[in-house]
């Protein structure tokens, strides 16, 4: 999915003392072992993970189901599943990073989740996760938590709309899959190189389109579509914050009830997840103005 980050894990500051009678709730660590992993388009690359670790992963069959995977700083010397909690007491330098990530397939029946990184960048500038991905072999281990998500496309909706890059891409290319023969609608999908496009199989009502270029290509072709009642519409939107919210907007002004929307920020230009996470709970981090 997406690794808005720098290549340095950032420092943690020691966490504040919790008020007496209240524990941090349990989040269980999943360790999963790489299975196998394949280059899926020049900026991308699928990583099969599995093992008995599969089954602390909590099942989630939305879409756009994700998890959070906790990635130690090499030469750090931790192995996962890691203590968080004692190295947030005594050596929060060392606390692993955190990185979000949709789950592209999830297969119980085999035993395997397939996660996608967009590697952009190479050695200092790759980014945290997407230089994991690009350095895994079989065999190697990555703890995760999870799995959220709360998105599918509704069968009796009259129409689907998708908008989305290259962060949202597996949870949108999971959505068509998951459509009705009968689905109608559109994608608009923007990516920053048309090397990275992919074969998705939609509905023959539901037309894809790829938009190559500016990011704001996303809210102008938005703008140029004939949707039909917005009553009827179903909305998946998310990608880069800024053009979110400009999305959000339109959306706003099409009359498109917001029970009928999922829209949220994967990521934001010019922050690493940390920050990012962090101005969520801020005014510049809401979608909804």
Not at 3 to 18: F, I, L, N, Y
Not at 144 to 171: E, R, V
Not at 226 to 252: N, S, T, W
Request: charged share 25%.
């Amino acid at each position: 999915m997406f690794d808005a980050s720098s290549t340095t894990a950032p420092v943690a500051a020691p966490a504040p003392e919790k008020p007496a009678g209240r524990e941090r709730p349990s989040r269980p660590q999943a360790v999963l072992e790489v299975i196998s992993k394949e280059r899926v388009s020049p900026q991308m690359v699928r990583v099969r993970l599995g093992g008995d670790g599969l089954a602390d992963l909590r099942y989630n069959d939305a879409t756009d189901s994700y998890v959070k995977l906790l990635i130690a700083a090499p030469g750090s010397g931790l192995l996962p599943p890691y203590d968080l909690e004692g190295l947030r007491e005594h050596s929060p330098e060392l606390l692993p990073a955190r990185r979000t990530y949709t789950v592209r397939r999830w297969d119980l029946e085999a035993g395997f989740v397939e996660i996608d990184f967009v590697l952009h960048g190479t050695g200092e500038d790759a980014g945290i996760a997407a230089r994991w991905a690009d350095e895994a072999l079989p065999g190697d281990r990555i703890a995760m938590m999870g799995a959220g998500g709360g998105y599918s496309p509704q069968p009796d909706s009259a129409f689907h709309l998708l908008l989305g890059d290259h962060s949202a891409l597996p949870a949108m290319v999971r959505a068509i899959e998951a459509m009705p023969a009968d689905a109608q609608g559109f994608a608009l999908i923007h990516l920053d190189h048309d090397s990275d496009c992919q074969q998705i199989s939609a509905p023959e009502g539901f037309e894809v389109h790829w938009l190559i270029g500016e990011r704001e290509l996303l809210l102008a072709q938005l703008r140029l579509l004939e949707l039909p009642d917005p009553a009827g519409i179903q909305v998946f939107a998310h990608g880069e914050r800024g053009v979110i919210k400009q999305i959000r907007r339109e959306l706003k002004e099409l009359g498109i009830p917001r029970e009928s929307i999922s829209i949220s920020a994967y990521w934001a230009l010019g922050r690493v997840e940390d920050q990012f996470q962090a101005e969520k709970r801020e005014p510049v981090g809401q979608i909804d103005d």
